[in-house]
């Protein structure tokens, strides 16, 4: 049976927002998607104080089928007052990731006791009480706290403050599952770990080459950059070892002839094994080397490590780097071709390059040829990690990570009067196996889905049910408050950003700093904004002495200790009454002057990754109806898979397994099996199979990258079982 590939954007998305609008009432939905607040899905930025249709760079109107997606599913009715009366903990955890999204919001508390099979609604003071005593029982040591990428940099900020004044550096945030490797890398190569440009840059470049992203699905915003770059003649080189075909031919809605005729986005597809883009990248280096067009001048006069980077490319053997790469010799010529033609190349990525154990590498690989041709530091050209949640780069930036900055340590002990431990924080799987190994008492996630995110599900579950106490602050419930359930659970409702009382703040991408002005509930109950549950507990732990933590309920108090501590913030003490969004200073590099020691870029040496497999290599993706761990839609709508239990195949390794399309198989991998999965053939490279993220995360065993700490969920090893 051919599946039904579709093009993207266009009338379907057109008629999905219609739809959706209908859920919630077309004017009340108009009147929240205008509200002037950060938009709250992926981190290109939309939003803020010019209105929530308007982007960084002031166009409007900006729309995205998957803004009102976010903004539809905070605005359905709360979960009924008896819900988990009627429903035991094992009832729940036959719950699918789209049941538990679509029961309802979160509007009172919980808990789920020791040794308890039910949830029972507790008052908000019980639970805080509960979370207090807790944290008393036990030090600071055995216990950790996590964030996700949708909190504001407000209640963000006071997490970390918080979780250092009691004493532990175990603050983590959802980055070590996502762009880790991308600061690491550009950290390494830069001296700044986020995007080398900003907005306006993307309408300066002729050139961008898209590695291991799927924006149609994950950063609908991009696709309008692109289609703009394609309209003015610029070229797209795609990466990426699925055929996504909103990739190759996308609808921009708001463009009319786009919208019925469509706009080529790709101008050449490249589709290398999964991990195959460090032994691609230096062979497009080394392509390059030998058509002699490195920019000399530019290495010489800006660049550092160059000498040792180039020799390595041009003595890597062709032959290995097309074995390991997955792409013939011609392909990446061309690609070079390209490149160095190219005036003004921007480097964009995503997860197909940092969920491996060599993720670190393949950012440094992409940095080194952008440095060796001359594309970082210069209007229209650079490094752009294509960041995850919304506010996932503020959340980082403002401390919500193990290691703090000197200088942000030294601005803490002066503001709250104490001295914070120096002992190394956990990332978050060295957290999980701390957990296992039942080193960890106390956990606190702000937002999130900490178990359906890891690798080897069924020990994550294990892992967090050692843990004595486990709070959530969430607006939707998912399996995660099920299996990653610990002796005792709280779960706390929380508002959204745009229903909080007061102003908070956002980081895009861009390292743009926007201000979201807040609204009113989408419905009644005791949710609670963020940051008032984290300053009570703060009141209720550590008390009044020496620094008085319900003080910090108010934002713009917190917005000016973050003007004073963090670096290139300045700007955000005064925003409320200057009302001006800004760029953080220091990171957007128009000039090659970067933030190194010596001022210049640095290239590093990226050996060839060892091959995780000579049979199928299996990828976990998200599909076109999900964000992350929230499922709503069971359809994958442009590869045209029916539902989340398919594995997408290669024709020929349907073939040479013997195997049909719409065959159920069992699939084994390193950390576990699932059943009954429908073959489904699609446009997916020989060699590599991909299945949904969280599902298949039953599968995946967590190898992490050394540098990172980052599992490979895009390189796993599996075997097919009839
Ligand atoms: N609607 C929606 N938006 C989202 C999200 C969402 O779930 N839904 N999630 C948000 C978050 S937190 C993130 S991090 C981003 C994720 O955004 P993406 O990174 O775009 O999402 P993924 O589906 O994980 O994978 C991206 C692509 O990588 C390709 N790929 C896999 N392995 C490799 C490889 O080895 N090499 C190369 N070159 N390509 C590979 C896959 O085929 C896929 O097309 O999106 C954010 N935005
Ligand atoms: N196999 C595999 N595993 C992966 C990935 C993959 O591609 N493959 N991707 C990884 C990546 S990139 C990431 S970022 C992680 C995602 O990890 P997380 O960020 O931890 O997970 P999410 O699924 O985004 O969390 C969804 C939940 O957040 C809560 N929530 C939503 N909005 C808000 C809010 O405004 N405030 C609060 N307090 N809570 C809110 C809701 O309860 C919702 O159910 O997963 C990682 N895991
Ligand atoms: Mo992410």
């Not at 120096?422 to 178990?451: Q, S, V, Y």
Request: proline share 5%; aromatic share 8%; charged share 20%.
């Amino acid at each position: 049976m051919a599946r039904k590939l579709r093009p993207g954007g266009g009338f379907p998305a057109i008629m999905y927002s219609l739809e959706k609008a209908f859920q919630v009432g077309p004017l009340r939905l108009l009147k929240r998607m205008n509200s002037r607040n950060a938009c709250k899905t992926c981190a290109v930025g939309m939003g803020g104080m010019k209105g929530g249709m308007v982007n960084e760079a002031g166009h409007w109107p900006e729309v995205c089928k998957k803004s009102l997606q976010a903004q539809v599913a905070d605005m359905v009715d709360a979960l009924p007052a008896d819900y988990f009366d009627k429903r035991t903990l094992t009832d729940l955890e036959k719950l699918t990731p789209k049941q538990a999204e679509d029961a309802g919001r979160l509007s009172y508390p919980v808990v789920l006791d020791k040794g308890s099979n039910q949830f029972k609604p507790i008052t908000r003071e019980a639970a805080l009480q509960h979370i207090a005593s807790a944290m008393k029982e036990t030090s600071p040591d055995r216990t950790a706290f996590y964030s996700s990428g949708r909190s504001s940099n407000e209640a963000a900020f006071l997490l970390q403050a918080f979780a250092r004044v009691y004493g532990t550096n175990n603050v983590m945030n959802c980055s070590f599952y996502c762009h880790q490797a991308s600061g690491v890398a550009l950290k390494m190569a830069f001296g700044t770990g986020t995007a080398t440009v900003e907005l306006e840059d993307l309408t300066r470049c002729d050139l961008v080459v898209l590695l291991g992203a799927n924006p149609a699905s994950n950063h609908p915003r991009l696709m309008t950059q692109l289609a703009n770059l394609r309209a003015r003649g610029g070229k797209v080189i795609v990466v990426n070892p699925v055929r996504e075909s909103p990739l190759e031919n996308f609808h921009v809605p708001s463009q009319v002839k786009s919208l019925f005729f469509g706009t080529k986005i790709a101008s050449t597809y490249v589709q290398p094994l999964p991990g195959g883009d460090v032994a691609f990248l230096v062979g497009v280096l080394k392509s390059v080397i030998e058509k002699r067009k490195v920019d000399h001048d530019f290495i010489n006069s800006y660049a550092e490590g160059a000498a040792e980077v180039l020799e390595y490319a041009r003595n890597a053997d062709w032959n290995e780097l097309i074995k390991n790469s997955g792409v013939d010799r011609e392909t990446i010529e061309n690609c070079a071709d390209i490149i160095y033609m190219s005036k003004r190349t921007i480097f964009a990525w995503a997860m197909g390059l940092t969920h491996h154990a060599s993720g670190v590498d393949n950012v440094l690989a992409v940095c080194n040829l952008a440095i060796a041709t001359g594309n970082v530091g210069k209007p229209g050209a650079g490094l752009l990690p294509i960041r995850g949640h919304s506010n996932v780069q503020g959340i980082g930036s403002v401390g919500v990570a193990p290691a703090l900055q000197d200088s942000v340590r030294r601005s803490l002990e002066t503001i709250y009067g104490t001295k914070i431990t120096e002992t190394p924080g956990l990332d978050t799987h060295a957290m999980i196996n701390a957990c296992a190994k039942g080193d960890i008492d106390f956990l606190f996630a702000l937002g999130g889905n900490l178990w359906g995110s890891n690798p080897d599900s069924t020990w994550a579950g294990k892992s967090m049910n050692k843990v004595k106490t486990i709070v959530y602050l969430s607006t939707k419930l998912n399996p995660g408050h099920f299996f990653g359930r610990g002796e005792t659970t709280l779960i706390l409702p929380v508002l959204a950003r745009d229903e909080e009382p007061q102003a908070t703040t956002q980081e895009s991408m861009f390292n743009f700093i926007r201000l979201s002005e807040g609204g009113k509930p989408n419905v009644p109950g005791q949710m609670m904004p963020e940051s008032e549950v984290i300053c009570d507990i703060a009141n209720r732990v550590l008390g009044k002495e020496p620094f008085d933590w319900t003080a910090l309920r108010d934002h713009k108090k917190v917005r000016e200790i973050i003007s004073k501590t963090i670096p290139g913030w300045e700007a955000i003490g005064t925003i409320d009454d200057t009302k001006k969004e800004f760029t953080i200073t220091g990171r957007v590099y128009h000039t090659p002057q970067f933030n190194t020691k010596s001022g210049k870029a640095i290239m590093h040496p990226t050996p060839l990754p060892k091959p995780v497999s000579d049979g199928l290599i299996l990828m976990t993706l998200r599909s076109e109806g999900q964000f992350n761990s929230v499922v709503y839609d069971e359809y994958d709508f442009y590869r045209g898979v029916p539902h989340r239990y398919c594995i997408l195949m290669a024709k020929e390794d349907v073939e040479k397994l013997d195997l049909k399309d719409g065959q159920r198989i069992a699939v084994r991998g390193e950390a576990g099996r699932m059943e009954n999965i429908e073959v489904v053939v699609g446009a997916i490279r020989p060699g590599a199979v991909a299945m949904y993220y969280p599902e298949a995360n039953v599968l995946i065993k967590g190898n992490v990258d050394s540098r990172s700490k980052t599992p490979s969920f895009k390189s796993a090893p599996i075997w097919i079982e009839k």
